[in-house]
């Protein structure tokens, strides 16, 4: 049993380190660690300044302008950033659609949609979600129609994250209503500056603008922007899944979120003690600890049973589990820890440009809010029911 | 980064694992678990000549093991076969106290690989005080140099056919007091001896101590006088290191036995694992489990690690603790009746991972303990 990295592993994650420290600008970190929002222009700052470094689709082949990183050069680049604090990359484009480009997509396609996703031209949201079909993904109805050389596109997409920046929308539709309706869903790749679309925020509990819903009605896409065959899109669906669910453990996030509780209950005053002292509050936090020690482990079992050459199975669906559940946690009990000051929802207060008073501590600016909002992190990429759902069936063979 | 066993540990669990299941019949564990003596001398016989305590000791003793990874895998593969036969309390705490001792002490580390000698450490005072520190049993010396030792030792396994005891005590100092703590070697045929002895839920003999005025010589001490706590506490350490792991077989076969029931226990026409309230409730053992897994190999790897030893040890006792009692009675819960019976296996394990808390420090007092550290 070995838990050290490598000579090479050691050495990238130095590198990596000292690439952060110099690269990452401070108040995009602040607001990282304070849990506020970033705008479309920090992300694309920073995604412009990992692509000058080859970072940006680190995991990605050499080929294409990745680094062909491994599952464990991809776990220390995003422990790292963590850390650090630095955004987390879009996924939609590089991290998601991506891999389902290189597996199953046209050369044409490759050549043309994968250089996109490195500059920036494109800015990619995901269509799965409907209505009607959440959990029960496959039973989705947004139909499309072949017409000569496109689809004709109508339906309704919903819970769309940043829908409002993007610019493409890679959708799962219905191309078939024969056989089962996993057999009848193709995978499309639409410009959101079609007419016939229509897009209209979501608002969230927390007051914030995240998701949208997504109308479409006779759209036109041009036929070559179909993936793969036509009603094989639920294979192609369940593949991205996969990628979506790794990397779901945030270790090094959660930790930073430790310490900074830990910081709050140094400075706030129970029965005139700190609230670090009382003996309940410690006790909720050292089971936290203990629970994201256990999950570290966890984690690094996994990854070093994909190195090995075993393929990631429904043991992502632990991690995801975990994962959320505990980040969850730390996010409860930073509200708690806030006692009356967790009324306070002033989550403007982190950025530049405020000017209402002061809010202190910092934290409290949106720890309910964050609070709330967190609460999609059990419910989205597969609920924990369905990952549960999924251990049942790959791994206990139920 | 690997988490492998080395191959020669592999081939020692496969091969334990395999006499476990071959040789080790839960029927007649039961019988022996629950007779006067608390388990069986011809298991026990059989099973020292497989190597299992060698693999526990160190070479310098004529063992050929004793790391915490050594330890963790013979306890793992222990648990899975619910051995109730003393290698904790012979082959771990016995054996690290006797190996800090005198030249004769650690002859009896050799000992108890030839037979010769089942010394039995007796250390627990009161029930519910589990700090490690915590000894009122008296050493008082005599005008001749000689010593007595005068104190009850409460919940004392497998004491019964015990060679020796070895006694913590203390000639001054407060009772949590990590200063003035000796340890006593007494032969158990020493005048002045009462053993008590109970049956136990989860099988062995449970024995409280009562020494009066039990004469010793100043050789009989274990280590220096007044300064032996360093002793006791790391070979309580390693006993829990080692129940720990051995909770981990008892869960990983508590997980074998709840999946063939769910996929051979039909009702309303179909295995009752088809039911998604049940799917879930597994799932959710099943994660459980990996994370009190991930919590024994934290502690092992830390286990020589000065620094960091006690704060994994606990974490790994919380966890151990916490999910040991869940998986034992969602185990019951989705076995329903069947669960509830003697006549099948499921019991006897949940009853020994529940009573594993109680040794050592509880989930609570190891949560305490990993605050204050």
């Known amino acids: 049993m070995d838990l050290d990295f490598t000579k090479e592993q050691k050495n990238f994650q130095i590198e990596v380190r000292s690439f952060l420290n110099e690269t990452l600008e401070t108040k995009v970190v602040e607001k990282v660690k304070n849990g506020v929002p970033i705008t479309k222009e920090d992300s694309e700052r920073w995604h412009k300044k990992l692509n000058e470094k080859g970072w940006l689709a680190g995991t990605w082949p050499k080929q294409y302008g990745g680094q062909d990183w491994d599952v464990v050069e991809k776990f220390i680049f995003e422990e790292e950033c963590g850390s650090a604090g630095a955004p987390r990359i879009v996924p939609f484009g590089v991290g998601m659609l991506a891999p389902v480009l290189m597996k199953f997509g046209s050369q044409e396609q490759k050549d043309y949609w994968l250089p996109r996703m490195l500059t920036g031209e494109d800015w990619w949201c995901q269509g799965y979600s409907e209505p009607g079909s959440g959990s029960d993904l496959a039973s989705l109805k947004t139909s499309a129609v072949r017409e000569g050389d496109f689809y004709i596109v109508n339906g309704q997409k919903t819970w769309t994250t940043f829908a409002q920046h993007a610019n493409m929308i890679f959708c799962l539709v219905r191309t078939s209503n024969e056989g089962k309706p996993q057999e009848g869903i193709s995978f499309i790749l639409i410009d959101m500056n079609s007419p016939g679309i229509e897009v209209r925020p979501i608002i969230t509990l927390d007051g914030s603008h995240e998701v949208n819903e997504i109308f479409f009605s006779d759209v036109k896409v041009p036929a070559k922007n179909l993936v793969g065959e036509e009603n094989k899109g639920w294979t192609y669906a369940k593949y991205l899944l996969t990628h979506e669910r790794t990397g779901n453990a945030n270790v090094a996030v959660s930790k930073r979120k430790i310490q900074k509780l830990k910081k709050l209950a140094d400075d706030a005053k129970k029965n005139e003690q700190p609230l670090s002292n009382d003996p309940m509050f410690a006790s909720r936090l050292a089971q936290i600890e203990i629970d994201l020690q256990n999950l570290e482990i966890t984690n690094l079992r996994t990854l070093a049973a994909v190195e090995d050459g075993e393929a990631p199975g429904a043991e992502s669906s632990i991690i995801k589990i975990l994962g959320s559940e505990i980040e969850q946690d730390i996010d409860n009990l930073t509200r708690k820890s806030l006692g009356k000051r967790a009324f306070v929802n002033e989550p403007d207060a982190l950025s530049s440009g405020y000017n209402g008073a002061e809010v202190f501590p910092k934290a409290a600016a949106y720890a309910s809010g964050k609070y709330f909002n967190h609460r999609k992190k059990s419910i989205y990429a597969g609920s924990n029911e369905i990952q549960k759902n999924i251990i049942s069936k790959l791994m206990l063979n139920l | ?373």
């Not at chain 2, 000549?49 to 790391?67: A, K, Q, V, Y």
């Not at chain 2, 000689?146 to 015990?162: F, L, N, P």
């Not at chain 2, 051979?264 to 088809?274: A, C, D, E, N």
């Not at chain 2, 049940?278 to 009190?292: D, F, K």
């Open chain 2, 1 to 373: 980064m690997d988490f492998k066993p080395s191959p020669e540990r592999q081939i020692l669990f496969d091969t334990l694992k395999k006499y476990f299941e071959n040789e080790y019949s839960l029927t007649d564990r039961n019988i022996s678990a629950h007779s006067d003596l608390g388990y069986s001398k011809k298991a026990w016989e059989a099973m020292r000549d497989l190597g299992i305590l060698e693999s526990l000791i160190d070479p310098e003793f004529d063992g050929f093991g004793g790391t915490a990874l050594d330890i963790s895998t013979v306890f793992e593969a222990l648990g899975r076969g619910l051995v109730v036969e003393p290698f904790l309390e012979v082959g771990i705490l016995a054996a690290k106290v006797l190996s800090r001792g005198n030249d004769y002490q650690k002859s009896l580390v050799k000992k108890i690989l030839e037979n010769d000698c089942l010394p039995i450490l007796a250390h627990s005072e009161t029930d519910t005080e589990y700090t490690k520190s915590f000894v009122e049993t008296t050493l008082s010396k005599a005008t001749d140099g000689s010593y007595t030792v005068s104190g009850i030792k409460r919940m004392v396994k497998h004491a019964a056919e015990a060679t020796h005891f070895l006694v913590t005590c203390r000639e001054n100092g407060d009772a949590f007091n990590e200063e003035g703590i000796s340890i006593a070697c007494i032969p158990t045929d020493r005048d002045g001896i009462k053993i008590d002895s109970f049956a136990t839920i989860d099988g062995g003999r449970v024995s409280d101590l009562t020494f009066t005025n039990v004469n010793i010589s100043s050789e009989e001490l274990v280590g220096p006088l007044g300064k032996s706590y360093s002793i006791v506490s790391q070979a309580i350490d390693t006993g829990i290191l080692a129940i720990c792991s051995e909770a981990l077989g008892i869960m990983e076969r508590i997980k074998e036995l709840t999946l063939e029931y769910l996929k051979t226990r039909k009702q309303f026409g179909v295995p009752i694992g088809k039911f998604q309230a049940i799917q879930h409730r597994m799932a959710q053992l099943l994660v459980e489990i990996e994370q009190a897994r991930s919590s024994v190999i934290n502690a092992t790897i830390y286990f020589d690690d000065e620094a960091e030893r006690e704060k994994t040890i606990s974490a790994a006792k919380f966890s151990i603790g916490k999910i040991g009692t869940l998986v034992a009675e969602e185990s019951i819960q989705m076995h329903g009746g069947m669960g509830m019976t003697w006549e099948y296996d499921l019991g006897h394990y949940a009853k020994r991972l529940v009573l594993i808390d109680h040794e050592f420090g509880d989930e609570d007092f190891h949560l305490q303990k990993y605050i204050s550290l």
